[in-house]
């Protein structure tokens, strides 16, 4: 089941005293923020839409000037909250290429069938993505997002096929 919302920030602090705040970005583009007009605020289990009236950057965090957050004290009451958009405004993806978080909880099926769990996080590190599998028992499998390695992702079947090249596992 795709996602409605996909998660694009998160609120770690203020900045200054006009009711800036900083945001770690969740986002491989970091001037994303850009082309955004409003996000979502997820607080108390709410989704709450704020337009977005600035856009800075200061130590790979975004800087966001939201209308109606004036000053520090505002601006504080949104720590530690995570930021949305709409699945339809994300941006269009080249082929073969997917969100994160349609991957996250497909099948992961061996080329020879055989189930090795879900895809249970997704990370880079630089050189290629890293798939963590999770099996029923809890163990987790790292797999690299290599073409050699991940042979098919079939969203609409929630199921991804892998090719163990001795050594992996």
Do not use: W
Request: proline residues 2%.
């Amino acid at each position: 089941m795709k996602q409605e919302y996909f998660e694009v920030g998160q609120i770690v602090n203020t900045f200054g005293i006009k009711g800036f705040v900083k945001v770690k970005p969740f986002t491989d583009s970091i001037d994303r923020f850009e082309e955004l007009k409003y996000v979502l605020i997820q607080k108390d289990k709410q989704l709450i839409q704020m337009q977005i009236e600035e856009v800075k950057y200061k130590d790979m965090l975004v800087l966001l000037k939201l209308k109606g957050i004036e000053d520090i004290n505002m601006a504080e009451k949104l720590k530690g909250c995570y930021l949305k958009i709409k699945r339809e405004d994300s941006k269009k993806l080249p082929e073969n290429t997917y969100f994160i978080a349609d991957l996250i909880g497909l099948n992961v099926y061996t080329d020879e069938g055989n189930l090795l769990g879900k895809v249970d996080d997704i990370y880079n590190n630089k050189s290629s993505d890293i798939y963590v599998i999770k099996d029923e028992l809890g163990k987790q499998i790292l797999l690299p997002g290599t073409k050699e390695v991940i042979k098919q992702i079939d969203i609409e079947n929630e199921k991804i096929v892998v090719h163990l090249i001795d050594g992996l596992i």
